[in-house]
């Protein structure tokens, strides 16, 4: 009879256990990584560079790839970042980013294509292509390579 008493918790522990993760499902990892864009897109539009990297793998082998060349590190991106666009008295100007394309390597990693629209406060808006690689860092999509021409 305890032999069955045990059998039965065990059981129904393992039917809970299933209940709650089928209520709790994962966010796709499309669509955490719109979540990741779309903050990261606000923060700037807002002038905010500190939360606008937030994005970012903070890791000294992050990459961003320009026309301009390559940046390694994360506090040289931001350094990069500020040097360009932070003049005084202007904004940011207002950020969009949209996916086109999202794919999964592996649990860790996804290669995603997008573009991004820089509307300044002042002329004429600019648009481009992004390659972005991303990495789930503590569960979060961090991006560890970034490529906007």
């Known amino acids: 009879m305890k032999t069955m008493s045990v059998l039965f918790c065990a059981a129904s522990a393992v039917t809970l ?84 394309d999202v794919k999964d390597l592996g649990s860790q990693y996804a290669f995603v294509v997008g573009r991004y629209h820089l509307k300044p406060d002042t002329g004429a808006e600019v648009s481009g292509l992004t390659t972005l690689l991303f990495h789930k860092v503590g569960g979060r999509w961090l991006i560890s390579s970034d490529h906007s021409s």
């Open 17 to 100: 256990a299933a209940s709650v993760s089928a209520e709790t499902p994962a966010v796709p990892t499309a669509q955490a990584i719109k979540q990741t864009l779309d903050a990261s897109a606000a923060a700037w539009s807002a002038g905010d560079l500190k939360t606008f990297m937030e994005c970012y793998e903070h890791s000294p082998s992050t990459r961003y790839v320009s026309a301009s060349g390559t940046v390694v590190g994360y506090e040289a991106i931001e350094t990069m970042y500020v040097t360009r666009f932070k003049k005084p008295g202007a904004s940011f100007g207002k950020l969009t980013l949209e996916l086109i």
